[in-house]
């Protein structure tokens, strides 16, 4: 059974940095995209970054230049440096993985993990 857990999440003041970590388990992920979403309160889940299998990288124009998407292939981790914080970036981060080209796009995941809170105070 597929499984992604994340952590690292917390409370941080603006400006400041946090990294965020998505383990996988229950499969091979060798050829599986792993991507970041993020759901602010009261709005809707929105892209943050992806890396594909062959190490394609992309990123929403809201964070690129702040945030860094990696990915440990041996590990079945995928991990988002997040610096330079701003308060709007408060939202509850997932991690997602399945066989796809379509990393923005939140159904072209099958597999997600339950989230951890990320809270910028300003």
């Known amino acids: 059974q597929v499984q992604l857990v994340e952590s690292g999440g917390g409370l941080v003041q603006a400006g400041g940095s946090l990294r965020l970590s998505c383990s996988a388990s229950?499969?091979?992920?060798?050829?599986?995209?792993m991507g970041w979403f993020r759901q602010p309160p009261g709005k809707e889940r929105e892209f943050v970054a992806a890396r594909g299998w062959n190490s394609d990288t992309i990123y929403s124009d809201s964070v690129k230049g702040r945030f860094t998407i990696s990915r440990d292939i041996a590990k079945n981790t995928v991990y988002l440096q997040m610096n330079g914080l701003k308060p709007g970036n408060t939202a509850v981060y997932y991690c997602?993985?399945?066989?796809?080209?379509?990393?923005?796009?939140?159904?072209?995941?099958?597999?997600w993990g339950p989230g951890t809170q990320v809270t910028v105070s300003s």
């Open positions: 229950g499969r091979s992920f060798k050829n599986f995209a």
């Open positions: 997602a993985t399945d066989r796809t080209y379509n990393y923005k796009y939140a159904a072209s995941y099958g597999y």
